[in-house]
Nanobody, 125 residues
Framework: QVQLVESGGGSVQSGGSLRLSCAAS????????MAWFRQAPGKEREGVAS???????TYADPVKGRFTISQDNAVNTLYLQMNSLKPEDTAVYYC???????????????????WGQGTQVTVSS
């Protein structure tokens, strides 16, 4: 079974940086998509960025130019480099996975099958 385990969350001041990691295991096919979502208190879970096995990426407008999604297939790990953080980036960040290489187009919660437990990111002003 697929397991996703996030790490790297924490507290940072506005303008700072953090890098999130997601260790993935259990994928059996060569085609897949991975993504980061986030959920702030009282808000819906929203897509942040996604990537597929070919390295194609998608970003949500609020994070374009500040966040970078990447993967290291040698260690089965997904990353999210977050720069120029703002208080509105405060949320629980979730790693998500799919067995399809096309899912990366869709930063919509219902399209993603596998989920991690989440890691808290807090940005103070």
């Amino acid at each position: 079974q697929v397991q996703l385990v996030e790490s790297g969350g924490g507290s940072v001041q506005s303008g700072g940086s953090l890098r999130l990691s997601c260790a993935a295991s259990g994928f059996t096919g060569s085609r897949y998509s991975m993504a980061w979502f986030r959920q702030a208190p009282g808000k819906e879970r929203e897509g942040v960025a996604s990537i597929n096995n070919a390295g194609a990426t998608t970003y949500a407008d609020p994070v374009k130019g500040r966040f970078t999604i990447s993967q290291d297939n040698a260690v089965n790990t997904l990353y999210l480099q977050m720069n120029s953080l703002k208080p509105e980036d405060t949320a629980v960040y979730y790693c998500a996975g799919s067995d399809s290489s096309a899912t990366y187009w869709f930063l919509v919660r219902g399209r993603w099958r596998y989920w991690g437990q989440g890691t808290q990111v807090t940005v103070s002003s």
